[in-house]
Structure formats: C-alpha cells, structure tokens
C-alpha cells in the first residue's frame, strides 16, 4: 500500500481526526492560501465525515475490525498523481503481507465517488468495501484501474469519463493504529 503526504507535517494526520471546528479552519486557510477547490466548506466536510462513516459501518458489518473511528487513507499499489498534491511530498509503503486483513478495507476506486448512488452503473463495485484477498480476486478478473496522469498543483486534469473520473486507483481504509505505529517517526 501507498500513502503520499506533506513531508513537513508528518504522515497519518487526518482530517476528519479533527474536531468539525478545527477541520473547518484548515480548509478555510486552504481556501485563502488557493491550496484547495473546494469552496463549499461546509458540503466538502459533510460529505468527507459522512464518507468515513459509511465506509466504517461497512467494513463492521462485513466483519471488520475497526479500531479507528476514522481511516487512513492509502492506495493499493503506486499513484504517482498524488504526490502532485503535496508542496514536499513523502511516501510510505506498506507491504500487503504486514497488514492484518481483517483491520484494512478497500473500494474500486474513490470511497467519495463509489458510495455515490447517482454515479453507480452495473459494476459489482459501486457502494461495497472488500477484504484483502477479495479486492486482489477482483483485480485479477476485472484489471486495474488505468493510470492517468494529471497535477494537482497545476491543475491539470485529463478530462475521464463521467463514472470513471474517481476510479483511477484502489483505495485502501487503515482502520488500525497497531499498523500505523509501525511507520511513524
């Protein structure tokens, strides 16, 4: 698994780990430094706790393990895109082996987008979170999403299809500390 973040800041720091107050501070300071798009403070920060609740309630009800009220967000395999969010990006890699199965989910794609009803099409994917071994089965039928290049910082966007444009890469849900822990310095 990959996690890309801010050098400066450390990794695993999380938004929704916050309070909704100081949540709604960093992206207003987001705003006025023009280091996000989103200007709906209060759409963006509901529809980012609401996502990290469905994706809790989810994996619990499939049986996962959930230590964490919200996850760390990484992906399955390289994403070299996202580093172009970050001014000083770092990465960390995690090998599928030292992950407990039943403390990591993952989605087809962008948890905002696949748990979004209007955007579902006849995939099996839409609005489901997958163990390990499921979401490699499902890779090993379906493929990979395509990598597409494109820079957050210049905002440089290929224009994708509409259903696709968040499914560029498998997401991974770190619902445990244990594993965190082990990459943090």
């Known amino acids: 698994m990959h996690y890309y973040y801010e050098r400066d800041l450390g990794p695993f720091r999380m938004l929704t780990d916050l309070s909704i107050d100081k949540a709604r501070e960093i992206i207003s300071n987001e705003i ?3 280091q996000t798009k989103h200007t709906d403070i209060e759409g963006f920060l509901k529809m980012r706790y609401d996502c990290d609740t469905r994706l809790r309630e989810a994996f619990a009800a499939r049986g996962g393990r959930v230590e964490r009220k919200n996850p760390v967000y990484m992906m399955l395999g390289e994403h070299t895109p996202w580093k172009s969010a970050y001014e000083n990006p770092a990465e960390i890699k995690i090998p599928l082996a030292e992950i407990d199965p039943m403390a990591v989910s993952f989605t087809y794609g962008d948890s905002f987008v696949v748990f979004e009803q209007n955007k579902f099409s006849d995939e099996e994917f839409w609005g489901r979170v997958y163990f ?4 490699l089965e499902l890779i090993n039928r379906i493929g ?3 990598q597409v290049e494109y820079n957050f910082k210049n905002k440089n966007y290929t224009k994708f299809s509409p259903a696709a444009d968040h499914l560029l890469y498998i997401e991974a849900h770190v ?3 244990s594993l965190l822990d082990k990459y943090r310095f």
Do not use: G, L, T, V
Request: hydrophobic residues 15%; neutral net charge.
């Open 132 to 135: 390990r071994d499921e979401m």
């Open 175 to 177: 619902w445990s500390d």
């Open 144 to 146: 990979y999403p395509p």
């Open 32 to 34: 006025k430094n023009k």
